[in-house]
């Protein structure tokens, strides 16, 4: 964006066009890109916390029949640990652009979903319960490498709800106001 205007002689036009030419600074526009990060970071922690749905505004599917009888814990959708809503964050790239989102190595089957077969590496499993009943000391098994079919289901935390775009343009405008008093 670039403004320019010879105003000569008139001090009022020319201080609005001065406080005009705040909203072309490149400092200004990194500040407000941040705060356009952080605006969408705060989104995307509700969503993930609270709403458990998709921005175009529909419900996450719920889990499978056979991860309900398996999991632990009382987590809710994408909440197990905590991790994929503590790792989302936000930075400025240039003076043009903002990006959200996560740095974890799944975040992207759950925003995407994933269908296929996945290669399972050799481990060790912890096993602390047998046939129902707690074990006293926890038992180590050695689990060779295989392989593993999985279907997740998309369930799209990141993006802009109808909502989230208003309270985006709430926050610009604001912005905007304070530059040009």
Known sequence: MSI?????????????????ERLDKP????????????????????RLRDTKESPDGSAWESWSNGY???????????????????????????SNAVHVGSPLSYASVHQDGFSGIVQVPAHVRRITQAFGRALKFPVYQSVGSHT??????????????????????????????????
């Open 27 to 46: 400092e200004n526009k990194r500040k407000l890109l941040a705060l356009i990060g952080a605006e969408v970071e705060s989104q995307t922690h509700e």
């Open 68 to 94: 309900v009888k398996r999991r632990e814990g009382q987590h809710s959708l994408l909440m197990s640990s905590g991790d994929l809503d503590e790792s989302i964050q936000s930075f400025v790239k240039g």
């Open 4 to 20: 320019g205007l010879d105003v000569s002689g008139d001090i009022e036009l020319r201080a609005i066009i001065e406080r005009m």
């Open 148 to 181: 593993r079919s999985l279907n997740i289901p998309q369930r799209q935390y990141l993006g802009l709800s109808s909502d989230n775009r208003k309270e985006l343009l709430t926050l610009i405008a604001c912005f905007n106001q304070e530059l040009l008093e």
